[in-house]
């Protein structure tokens, strides 16, 4: 799947039943998404099953092995399940020994709070939680070449084939420049992790931004490689992939296997 078929996977269906074809893939993969959870207020959490559903079929369709999240939550049990079919599918596969990746069938999540970390926890079975790497870490704010936004503190030392940026919160970005704060009801989140991490990222990389649309335009102005871009304002979502040559012979197996490249 390309970026296009991505952006626009369970949206603007001929009979109007988004919400329940996403509800039934995600059945038919074995998630009932039926567990409440709630944040510091104590207010319920309800999964966006349409945005969940994108997730998993697209990871399995890309037969993704490593990803990097920004903001735990449901997505954080969805794309597990998604690496934890993938690894079956991988089992079959009898070529192993001639594609290398390290962290095979691992989600890194990143996130700054330690709540939302064990609320997470509590939805995720043991299964599931074992291909799941949990990092809490601050965010403060910074500058790209002038321009303010800001940076998570620690991130793991990994290189994934596949992000989901769905944080932080713009209340959790600590400090200011100038004055200026991230504090402000009316300021838009301004990740700019990735564009620190580009250098290093290996070619067919896919990004997904939910919502976020300003932090997405700042993304595609900034980034220098040669990326692939589609934004869908139905679902709000901004789908990114790095379309570039394969690097060396390692790569290039590794794309035909996961892509049919």
């Known amino acids: 799947m390309n970026v296009k078929e991505i952006s626009n996977l369970f949206i603007n269906k001929s009979n109007g039943n988004e919400i329940q074809e ?20 104590n207010e319920s959490i309800q999964p966006n099953f349409t945005d969940l559903a994108r997730l998993h079929k697209t990871i399995v369709n890309r037969k993704v092995f490593t990803i990097l999240e920004f903001g735990v939550g449901w997505s954080t049990l969805v794309m597990a399940d998604a690496l934890f079919k993938n690894k079956q599918k991988w089992e079959l596969y009898t070529d192993k020994d001639k594609i290398f990746k390290d962290n095979m069938f691992k989600l890194f999540s990143v996130d700054t709070s330690k709540h939302w970390v064990k609320e997470t926890k509590n939805r995720i079975s043991q299964e599931l939680l074992d291909f799941i790497s949990f990092e809490v870490s601050t965010v403060k704010i910074g500058d790209w070449q002038g321009r303010i936004c800001h940076y998570y503190e620690k991130l793991p030392g990994i290189l994934p084939d596949f992000i989901y940026l769905d944080g932080p919160d713009p209340k959790d970005v600590n400090g200011e420049i100038n004055g200026l704060t991230f504090n402000n009801k009316d300021r838009h989140v301004m990740a700019a992790d990735i564009l620190k991490i580009e250098t290093l990222l290996l070619p067919r990389t896919m990004l997904l931004v939910d919502g976020r649309v300003s932090n997405s335009r700042f993304l595609e102005k900034n980034l220098y490689r040669n990326w692939e871009v589609a934004y869908n304002q139905n679902s709000d979502i901004t789908v990114f992939e790095l379309k570039e040559e394969a690097i060396g012979k390692k790569n290039k197996l590794k794309i035909k296997y996961q892509l049919g490249e």
């Open 22 to 41: 996403a509800i039934l893939y995600l059945n038919q993969q074995g998630l009932f998404l039926d567990k409440t959870i709630f944040d510091e207020n």
